[in-house]
């Protein structure tokens, strides 16, 4: 039997968990720990600690890219890794986690598995047409991109109160379809995480979106 760490050239493959120590990676899979965490307070209808993890996810996943441009060293097959952990990351964060916020809020009824599908396969979509052409122009994205997503899913639930829980599911409802359409749709949007302004606006954004949903927690 072959050496399963070596590659089809004979050399020598790093095995899976090495990966785990490189600081993008870490920072991604810490993504995914807020991810979790929101699904579970989603689930038990605690939404807004739900809201805090889905906001600290984009963070998460803002400050990997960041910290990868930035740190030397790192190999082709180092950035090639972390993407594809990227994308498995982002169909969970900002495509089941939104469908499942959606299912929750709505008492899991019927009718909210269309909206969840729709939400789950308008990121799935988003991300492999994303894997296959890249930027459009090198520079921006084709349709909105899906961080945007709990971004804008965060600040609408700041105006929960204002609604009876029947009226605010459904504005969950359109807001979340409406977000998909956008997701898939030929609209061309930047890049706003590879701006170090806008990473630290991003930075701002949630803190404050956190210091909002705590004190509503206490």
């Not at 609604?163 to 504005?171: E, M, R, T, Y």
């Amino acid at each position: 039997m072959p050496n399963e760490k070596m590659n089809s050239l004979g050399v020598q493959q790093p095995t899976i968990l090495s990966y785990v120590k490189d600081l993008p990676n870490l920072l991604s899979l810490s993504g995914l720990l807020c991810t979790v965490l929101a699904i579970y307070f989603c689930i038990i209808e605690l939404y807004t600690a739900a809201m805090i993890g889905m906001v600290w996810a984009v963070a998460f996943d803002w400050a990997d890219g960041l910290v990868a441009r930035r740190l030397k060293g790192r190999t082709p097959i180092d950035a090639k890794f972390g993407g594809q952990l990227d994308v498995v990351i982002d169909i969970i964060s900002y495509g089941v986690t939104p469908a499942i916020l959606l299912l929750s809020y709505g008492k899991f009824e019927p009718i909210y598995l269309i909206g969840a599908f729709i939400i789950l396969a308008a990121a799935a979509i988003r991300l492999s047409y994303f894997s296959t052409y890249g930027l459009a122009g090198g520079t921006k994205y084709t349709g909105l991109a899906l961080d945007n997503n709990s971004l804008i899913l965060v600040f609408i639930f700041l105006f929960e109160g204002f609604f009876s829980n029947s009226a605010f599911s459904i504005v969950l409802y359109i807001s979340g379809v409406g977000l998909a359409i956008l997701n898939v749709s030929e609209i061309k949007t930047p890049k706003l995480s590879g701006n170090t302004r806008n990473v630290y606006l991003l930075g701002a954004y949630t803190l404050i979106i956190t210091a909002i949903y705590s004190f509503k927690l206490i």
